[in-house]
């Protein structure tokens, strides 16, 4: 049976994921780089999302800015939602909100409990971006059923923001690749 060209492309992704992880010999330490060093990666992805979006779509500006957008929501949406101790972007909510960040915590707690962390279904590129997109469609399906009108957003628009919250992931999934081999292996629930 042939595969399709998706079933492809994610057989490739996965490869290059376990083998990423086991270039480095058992000795060798690597520390995973900090959430404060993910937040400054997609702080510094931000102008390309933007330059990138802007010269793709026809100088179409909202378009841009929406990519930029998508990249600096990734620092919230973070790979790293998959632990079930607090990140820094958790934190931050927490601590600047007034204790609103706890929902967003509670709401994002099964998420963490369902995936170990580090697996390659919330931190691989595209793949663990849409996985999160999933997770946040089940809430907006309920508050959809209980009556919630969403704005109208041009698809365009929904498309550039996607595209930077992806890049951000991926710029997420190097950082981890390059720096942190060792311990790119799904953790075991303790």
């Given at each position: 049976m042939c595969?399709?060209?998706?079933?492809?492309?994610?057989?490739?992704?996965?490869a290059v994921y376990y083998d990423a992880r086991d270039t480095l010999g058992p000795r060798e330490k690597h520390d995973m780089p900090s959430g404060k060093v993910h937040a400054a990666c997609s702080a510094v992805l931000t102008p390309v999302a933007f330059g990138t979006a802007y010269a793709l779509s026809g100088d179409h500006l909202p378009a841009a800015i929406a990519a930029a957008s998508g990249?600096?929501?990734?620092?919230?949406?973070?790979?790293d939602l998959d632990q079930e101790n607090l990140g820094m972007s958790e934190r931050w909510l927490i601590k600047r909100t007034l204790g609103l960040g706890y929902v967003f915590v509670m709401l994002w707690y099964p998420y963490s409990r369902l995936l170990p962390h580090r697996s390659p279904w919330s931190h691989l590129p595209i793949v663990g971006t849409l996985g999160r997109?999933?997770?946040?469609?089940?809430f907006l399906a309920i508050a959809l059923a209980l009556g919630w009108k969403p704005p109208f957003i041009e698809p365009e628009l929904w498309m550039s923001l996607l595209g930077g919250l992806a890049l951000s992931d991926a710029g997420h999934w190097a950082l981890d690749t390059k720096f942190g081999f060792k311990r790119l292996r799904p953790q075991p629930r303790r």
């Open positions: 595969d399709s060209r998706a079933q492809v492309a994610f057989k490739y992704l996965l990249c600096v929501l990734g620092i919230l949406l973070t790979p997109l999933a997770y946040m469609g089940i």
